[in-house]
């Protein structure tokens, strides 16, 4: 499986942008970037996906790179109900119906937000 | 509202005791999935069903078993042979196996004393 690596954990502050990094040096042109987030003791909800393209939603912006082998997340001014853990996943596209579409979680990047 | 549900918040139960943990979805969605959180960590996959009456092993699936008789409801029973039970299970949907997107339910924190 395609792994992704990011920060344990970042600070920033309320109102100003935030980038989260994601290194993905092993992706396959069929992989999916997928970020999601989980709000302390909550479950996880869905932020963005992308393939190729940089992509906005009124949620976040992900910022891919030209050889895919690294996103980062953009939220653009952060508030405190931002503070969580993200996950940046890899999910093939070829195969969505199988296992290979499943989403595998690492230990994503915990957020703080500082008023 | 449209959503997926999880009850209880909280369980408690007895080591030896099996536990079932309810999910429940009105979103019309043909996948579901359990997952298990342990502190500290990120989500692993316990079962994963594609379509009703219909289901696969996850990741972690010994000590666990589930059904799948209603598009509707996923439940997830934690046997006695589960050696360390004690977790926070989620459970989600998508549209379709295909789908982009899974949908979170609100999680069931079990302790096992």
């Known amino acids: 499986d395609a792994k992704t690596t990011q920060p344990n954990s970042m600070e920033s502050n309320e109102e100003e942008p935030v980038h989260l990094p994601c290194n993905h040096s092993?992706?396959?042109?069929?992989?999916?970037i997928h970020w999601y987030r989980q709000l302390p003791s909550q479950g996880p909800e869905y932020v963005i996906h992308?393939?190729?393209s940089n992509v906005n939603n009124r949620m976040a912006s992900l910022a891919i790179a030209e050889d895919r082998k690294s996103s980062t997340l953009i939220l653009h001014r952060a508030t405190l109900r931002d503070a969580a853990v993200y996950y940046c996943?890899?999910?093939?596209?070829?195969?969505?119906?199988?296992?290979?579409?499943?989403?595998?979680f690492g230990k994503g990047t915990k957020l703080s937000v500082k008023p | 509202d449209g959503g997926i549900t999880q009850s209880p918040k909280y369980l408690f139960r007895k080591e030896g005791q099996n536990v079932t943990l309810s999910c429940e979805q009105n979103?019309?969605?043909?996948?579901m999935y359990w997952y298990r959180q342990d502190p500290g960590q990120g989500l692993r996959l316990i079962y994963y069903?594609?379509?009703?009456?219909?289901?696969q092993k996850g990741d972690i699936a010994e000590g666990y078993s589930v059904s799948r008789e209603k598009k509707e409801s996923f439940p997830l029973t934690v046997t006695s042979a589960q050696k360390n039970p004690t977790a926070f299970y989620l459970c989600?949907?998508?549209?379709?196996?295909?789908?982009?997107?899974?949908?979170f339910g609100p999680g069931t924190r079990l302790t096992v004393l």
């Open positions: 092993t992706i396959s042109g069929t992989d999916y």
């Open positions: 069903s594609q379509i009703v009456n219909d289901f």
């Open positions: 996943i890899l999910r093939d596209g070829t195969n969505y119906g199988g296992s290979q579409g499943n989403l595998i």
């Open positions: 992308g393939l190729t």
């Open positions: 979103l019309n969605h043909d996948a």
């Open positions: 989600a949907s998508a549209l379709t196996s295909l789908g982009n997107e899974q949908f």
